[in-house]
C-alpha cells in the first residue's frame, strides 16, 4: 500500500471476483446485458451491450461490501483501460437496491490504461437516473458498495478494464 492510499479492490481475491453483480435496464423493461468477470491476470472486465430499445438505455455491476470507512481520504481513484466511452463509478452508504447512490464520472481513451482521481466531492446525488439536488453530500465514512455504470444513450457494445479501486490522500500523510 502507497503512503495514503487504501486498496479497496484489486480483483486478485477471490471475494473481490465473486461479490459483483449486474443491474441492468431489465429492470425497467429494457434489454441491455452486462457482466464482470476476472482475467487470470487479476483484471475485472465490465462488459456487455446496451440498448435503447424498449426504453432502456444503461448497464451497471455493483458490488454488495460490507462497509468501509474512508472518511479520512480525499476520493477515490481507480486504474482502467477503455473503449473510448464515458462511465460513472458509483457508491451507496445504505445497503438496499433503493436509495440514493452516489456517482462520479470520468471519460476513457480507447486502449489505454488511465488512474482517474475522483474526489468525493464531484460525487453527485442520484436516484433513478435524476438528479437529488437535495441530498445529503457524499459521507465517505458511511460507504457499503461500489459499482460501475454505463449509460447517457450510448448505445452498443462496451468494454472497461479495471486494474484496482483504492482510497487516495489520507488527511494526516
Avoid at 463509478?89 to 476513457?108: I, K, P
Wanted: glycine share 12%.
Amino acid at each position: 500500500m502507497q503512503h495514503g492510499t487504501r486498496i479497496i479492490f484489486e480483483f486478485s481475491e477471490q471475494a473481490d471476483r465473486d461479490a459483483w453483480r449486474s443491474i441492468n435496464d431489465v429492470v425497467m423493461g429494457g434489454v441491455s446485458s452486462s457482466e464482470l468477470r476476472v482475467t487470470a491476470e487479476g483484471v475485472a472486465i465490465f462488459e456487455g451491450i446496451v440498448s435503447l430499445e424498449r426504453g432502456g438505455g444503461f448497464a451497471s455491476v455493483r458490488s454488495p461490501f460490507a462497509g468501509m470507512d474512508l472518511g479520512n481520504f480525499e476520493g477515490i481513484e481507480v486504474r482502467v483501460r477503455g473503449d473510448g466511452k464515458d462511465y460513472r463509478l458509483r457508491v451507496r452508504t445504505n445497503d438496499g437496491d433503493e436509495g440514493v447512490a452516489y456517482q462520479a464520472s470520468f471519460q476513457t481513451e480507447r486502449g489505454i490504461w488511465r488512474t482517474e482521481e475522483l474526489p468525493f466531492e464531484a460525487f453527485e446525488a442520484r436516484y433513478h437516473g435524476r438528479s437529488v439536488p437535495d441530498a445529503q453530500p457524499l459521507d465517505a465514512g458511511k460507504i457499503v458498495s461500489f459499482g460501475f455504470l454505463i449509460a447517457d444513450r450510448q448505445a452498443g457494445p462496451f468494454h472497461l478494464e479495471i486494474d484496482w479501486i483504492r482510497a487516495y490522500a489520507e488527511k494526516g500523510y
